[in-house]
């Protein structure tokens, strides 16, 4: 469902969410939920369940107890907060909030805070006013750090909705001193501060950005739970072990390293174990590396690595290993190389008909000899030819001799070959040859 800010410009051009996510009613906000319960009724004597959850800056959430208000999923609402209240956004109700609570853990007993009202005009002109002001406050509570000293980095700033509070979200690999930094940020945004670390993982979902994929960070758009990855899971898939390539923006290893893990796991298991060395006729086979889910390994014979490395299924590599075991002769191993599989080349066919693909690339003109000669300067001081009248011998008929200018050209037909019948005026081939 699209709001009218994410409407299509003139011409079907998208408009974009001017809210940026935050106006709760289209899917350009972090961490959607689809609520699959809102259209099963409940059962008989069920009371809908009271709670809400709501939805806060990139992505924070908390459940809150609704009372007697009807709330649905969108609906600006104003919260009790530690200090004062906060403005979220609700972001599920109904029973797929009781499935929430009970996946994080989270009791629905008095410790809930309570909804205190749909926000009014004045809370939504308070929340976007503080909204605006993070992108200042955050520039300038980094050069504050930066002149006192400290070693960390402050990722996000986040205004409460009655701007009276703002939590500076910070990352630091050391424990950092916050009494004279807190008593800074007091007196230049007068305002309460609360300071909350992060690691590298929530930094990265919090901000945003493109993974390597080419799509948005897990992190940021579905991602919940982060799991500890390790460099095993890339051992498994067979990965180059590559920092640059394994890390994800957030400097760890990638997430999705884990998403297929478990089964790269079930396939290693079905193969023999790569460490066990073959003996062959030509020698000690060793592993060279492992298709795992084609199930063929790649061997090389030691001292001869000028072969190349050679492929044999998981089978016949069980079968050379029992008997290995057993001391039996391993016959010629050229016998059981897996042969790669010729692909036919096709062939290129022209399916444009009479039209050729390169009609409309630039090709070089060859020259006009015709208009190039008809231009050419005629030079009577040239040396006559051999068989040229000069030297008493006339030129034979078909012979090549220079066109005269444009201007110069003889009227009438002459001894000029006709250029549409194919052969010359004069009937008597022999004349003006000398006898």
């Known amino acids: 469902m699209g709001c009218s800010s994410c409407g299509s410009k003139d011409g079907g051009v998208p408009n974009g969410c001017k809210s940026n996510g935050n106006c709760g009613t289209c899917s350009s906000g972090k961490m959607e939920v689809f609520d699959w319960l809102a259209g099963i009724p409940l059962a008989d004597g069920m009371k809908p369940f009271d709670v809400v959850e709501a939805r806060f800056k990139n992505g924070r959430k908390a459940f809150f107890r609704k009372g007697n208000l009807e709330l649905f999923q969108g609906d600006v609402i104003a919260v009790e907060a530690s200090t004062g209240y906060d403005v979220g956004i609700v972001s599920l109700a109904g029973e797929l909030v009781r499935v929430q609570m009970n996946r994080r853990d989270i009791k629905d007993n008095y410790e809930l805070k309570r909804v205190l009202r749909k926000a009014e005009q004045s809370d939504f002109d308070t929340w976007q006013a503080a909204r605006q002001l993070e992108t200042s406050t955050m520039i300038r509570s980094r050069e504050i750090s930066r002149e006192l000293g400290l070693q960390m980095k402050i990722s996000d700033v986040e205004y409460q909705g009655d701007k009276t509070r703002a939590i500076f979200y910070y990352t630091a690999d050391d424990r950092v001193d916050f009494r004279e930094l807190i008593r800074k940020y007091a007196e230049e945004f007068k305002v309460r501060i609360e300071m909350r670390q992060i690691g590298l993982r929530l930094e990265a979902g919090r901000l945003g950005g493109i993974g390597s994929c080419g799509r948005e960070l897990c992190c940021s758009t579905w991602l919940t739970d982060f799991r500890s990855v390790s460099t095993g899971a890339a051992r498994y898939q067979q ?193 003006g040859k000398k006898e």
């Open 239 to 431: 990965l180059s072990l590559n920092p640059g390539k394994l890390a994800g923006q957030c400097g760890k290893l990638k997430c999705c390293l884990n998403y297929e893990l478990d089964q790269y796991v079930e396939a290693v298991r079905m193969l023999p174990p790569t460490h066990v060395k073959l003996k062959l006729p030509k020698g000690i086979a060793t592993h060279f590396k492992t298709d795992i889910f084609k199930q063929v390994i790649y061997y090389t014979i030691e001292g001869q690595h000028a072969d190349g490395p050679f492929a044999l299924s998981a089978d016949v590599v069980k079968d050379i290993i029992e008997k290995n075991k057993r001391g039996e002769v391993v016959g010629e191993v050229q016998t059981f190389i897996e042969e790669k599989e010729v692909v036919e080349s096709v062939e290129f066919a022209e399916v444009v008909g009479q039209d050729s693909l390169t009609r409309f690339d630039n090709k070089k003109r060859k020259p006009n000899n015709n208009n190039r000669n008809r231009n050419k300067p005629n030079n009577s001081n040239k040396p006559a030819a051999p068989g040229n009248a000069a030297s008493g011998n006339a030129a034979p008929q078909n012979a090549a001799a220079p066109k005269p200018k444009e201007g110069n050209r003889p009227q009438g037909n002459g001894n000029r070959p006709n250029r549409f019948k194919g052969k010359p005026n004069n009937p008597n081939p022999n004349q």
